[in-house]
């Protein structure tokens, strides 16, 4: 069956980086477009970023424009989400998610405090 498992989440300082990684199984993972999304508490969970099959296309939510970048590796079934200059406000449990899908991570923690 399907299955994402994220981790590389923690708790870093404000300015640090964190690189996110969700390992997919149980389907053709280069035929599918992937996603980060993430959930603060009392918030709605939100789109981070997304990635086509390929990896030729990324779209990105405005606040992490410029700090985010998404990748992935086909032929390890993997995608990224490295996270750049950090702030407490990018706090939030991040989840891997198969686009168009109900199949999603169980979730990581990213904590960023001084």
């Known amino acids: 069956q399907v299955q994402l498992v994220e981790s590389g989440g923690g708790l870093v300082q404000p300015g640090g980086s964190l690189r996110l990684s969700c390992a997919a199984s149980?389907?053709?993972?280069?035929?599918?477009?992937m996603a980060w999304y993430r959930q603060a508490p009392g918030k709605q969970r939100e789109l981070v970023a997304s990635i086509s099959p390929s990896g030729g296309s990324t779209v990105y939510a405005d606040s992490v424009k410029g700090r985010f970048t998404i990748s992935r590796d086909n032929a390890k079934n993997t995608v990224y989400l490295q996270m750049d200059s950090l702030k407490p406000e990018d706090t939030a449990v991040y989840y891997c998610n198969m686009q168009w899908s109900d199949y999603w991570g169980q979730g990581t923690q990213v904590t960023v405090s001084a």
């Open positions: 149980g389907y053709n993972f280069g035929l599918k477009g």
